[in-house]
């Protein structure tokens, strides 16, 4: 399996009378998610099943994520990409879903620092996951601990310098 994990990107801050789980993403947020889908749809990224969690700004950068690399099904949203949330529900997700061939979330930090060693067979690696970044891991066998492949990593800044 492909998969694929897309931070959201860059959102409003917070403020009184705004609840975190509905911040937006903002223009300038927009601006660079579209310079790294653009990379990716370069990349020939073509999802099989998007999962998003269902917080405001990683539901926007899905629906960007779905039109630009022209996905056509619908998006399903999941708690287990929360920001709180723990690796081992987010693989036991993907599990579920071990017969997708590409697989993509959309989610947030903390949680994706971490996800990404845990998928790699390193719980203890921390990754400095960037708003907006994507990043591809393989995982070939779903057992109960993962052990991916790094294909790449791809931030907002160096997609602008392409």
């Given at each position: 399996m492909q998969l694929y994990l897309l931070r959201?990107?860059?959102a409003?801050?917070?403020r009184a009378g705004l609840n975190d789980a509905d911040r937006s993403l903002t223009a300038d947020g927009r601006r660079k998610l579209r310079q790294?889908?653009?990379?990716?749809v370069e990349a020939q990224v073509k999802p099989t099943l998007i999962l998003s969690s269902p917080l405001k700004r990683a539901v926007q950068t899905a629906e960007l994520a779905k039109n630009a690399l022209g996905y056509k099904d619908?998006?399903?949203q999941t708690k287990a990409l929360v920001p709180g949330s723990k690796v081992e529900l987010v693989w036991?997700?993907?599990?579920v879903h071990k017969d997708q061939q590409s697989l993509m979330l959309v989610g947030h930090n903390p949680l994706f620092d971490s996800?990404?060693?845990y998928l790699l067979g390193q719980p203890g690696l921390q990754l400095d996951f960037k708003k907006g970044a994507i990043?591809?891991?393989d995982v070939e066998s779903f057992s109960a601990h993962p052990k991916g492949v790094l294909r790449w990593y791809l931030t907002p800044k160096l997609a602008?310098?392409?």
């Open positions: 959201h990107g860059i409003e801050e917070g790294v889908l653009q990379a990716a619908e998006i399903l036991e997700e993907i599990r996800l990404a060693g990043l591809r891991i602008a310098s392409r």
